[in-house]
């Protein structure tokens, strides 16, 4: 097979969750450029429908359901009509997900349930649902997690205080490790990719307290994450370049976790 027919998407499906803007709308993009059929979800029908409207003027057709997938029958919802309308989803890339700032002993217990309940435990309900309905049945899927280097490590004294945040991405790592272990019968891979910083809606307090400058000085290659840099990984594992590839982190963070 060629290296083009291998990162091909012409006829597969996907479902892409938080894609209305930022990291999951550039990986809905590259999935879409490679000729992939997308639905994008959010909770926010306005912006799925800004999503949907910049995809088509990139010549890329997508649907869209809004859908809050901290509530568990809204996620299942969401996957019954993804599949009403694509009829099967090849792709599922859980990119959902919510940040909190706060000092470890004054951190909210509200708020520590809420990044859980969207970052580990919509991502377990959506993919739970795709797998039963559509890839462990077709015994195909591709399935990318978005995970993060705050799931790797710690932050630096002195920085941000994410305690709920870091611990939910270090169980996407987890989750996916042990969930590719599991479905690789099904001929399912399972990966995770985790960037570093990136411009977007949760993190421009980040970006506005410590500036981009400082920010790319803490990376070997003196930069931040851009518009185009999640989507050759993305690609890699959604397609069948990446079909001997399961249950693996890939930081795409500048070489932030190199040193």
Same mark, same amino acid.
Request: aromatic share 6%.
């Given at each position: 097979?060629?290296?083009q027919?291998?990162f091909?998407?012409?006829?597969? @499906?996907?479902?892409?969750?938080g894609?209305?803007?930022?990291?999951?709308?550039?990986?809905?993009e590259?999935?879409?450029?490679?000729?992939?059929?997308l639905?994008?979800?959010?909770?926010?029908?306005? =912006?799925? =429908?800004d999503?949907? +409207?910049?995809?088509?003027?990139?010549?890329?057709?997508a649907?869209?359901?809004?859908a809050?997938?901290?509530?568990?029958?809204?996620?299942?919802?969401? %996957?019954?009509?993804?599949?009403?309308?694509?009829?099967?989803?090849?792709?599922?890339?859980?990119?959902?997900? +919510?940040?909190?700032?706060?000092?470890?002993?004054?951190?909210?217990?509200?708020a520590w349930?809420?990044?859980?309940?969207?970052?580990?435990?919509?991502l377990?309900?959506?993919t739970?649902?795709?797998?039963?309905?559509?890839?462990?049945? /077709?015994?195909?899927?591709?399935i %990318?997690?978005?995970?993060?280097?705050?799931?790797?490590?710690?932050?630096a004294?002195?920085?941000?205080?994410?305690?709920?945040y870091?611990?939910?991405?270090?169980?996407? %790592?987890?989750? @996916? /490790?042990?969930?590719a272990?599991e479905?690789g019968?099904?001929?399912?891979? %399972?990966? +995770?990719? #985790?960037?570093g910083?990136f411009?977007?809606?949760?993190?421009?307090?980040?970006?506005?307290?410590?500036?981009?400058? /400082?920010?790319?000085?803490?990376?070997p290659?003196? /930069?931040?994450?851009?518009?185009? =840099?999640?989507?050759?990984a #993305?690609?890699?594992? +959604?397609?069948e370049?990446g079909?001997?590839?399961?249950?693996?982190?890939?930081?795409v963070d500048g070489?932030v976790?190199?040193?």
């Amino acid at each position: 097979m060629s290296i083009q027919k291998l990162f091909d998407l012409s006829g597969k @499906t996907a479902l892409v969750t938080g894609s209305s803007r930022g990291l999951g709308l550039q990986i809905a993009e590259a999935l879409g450029e490679q000729g992939a059929r997308l639905i994008l979800t959010s909770r926010k029908q306005a =912006d799925l =429908d800004d999503a949907v +409207a910049h995809l088509k003027s990139e010549g890329i057709e997508a649907g869209a359901f809004a859908a809050d997938l901290s509530d568990p029958v809204q996620a299942q919802t969401l %996957v019954s009509a993804a599949l009403g309308e694509l009829g099967q989803i090849d792709i599922l890339v859980n990119n959902a997900g +919510a940040t909190w700032g706060a000092p470890a002993e004054d951190h909210p217990l509200e708020a520590w349930d809420k990044v859980m309940n969207l970052n580990i435990r919509s991502l377990f309900v959506v993919t739970q649902a795709v797998g039963k309905s559509s890839m462990i049945p /077709r015994q195909f899927g591709h399935i %990318v997690n978005i995970a993060s280097i705050a799931g790797l490590k710690g932050n630096a004294p002195g920085t941000i205080q994410t305690l709920a945040y870091n611990t939910s991405k270090g169980a996407v %790592v987890n989750f @996916t /490790r042990a969930l590719a272990s599991e479905w690789g019968i099904y001929n399912i891979t %399972v990966n +995770a990719i #985790a960037p570093g910083f990136f411009p977007s809606k949760m993190t421009r307090g980040i970006l506005a307290q410590f500036g981009e400058d /400082r920010l790319a000085q803490r990376a070997p290659l003196h /930069r931040i994450g851009g518009r185009e =840099d999640l989507k050759g990984a #993305a690609i890699l594992f +959604a397609s069948e370049a990446g079909q001997h590839i399961t249950g693996q982190i890939l930081a795409v963070d500048g070489g932030v976790t190199a040193i």
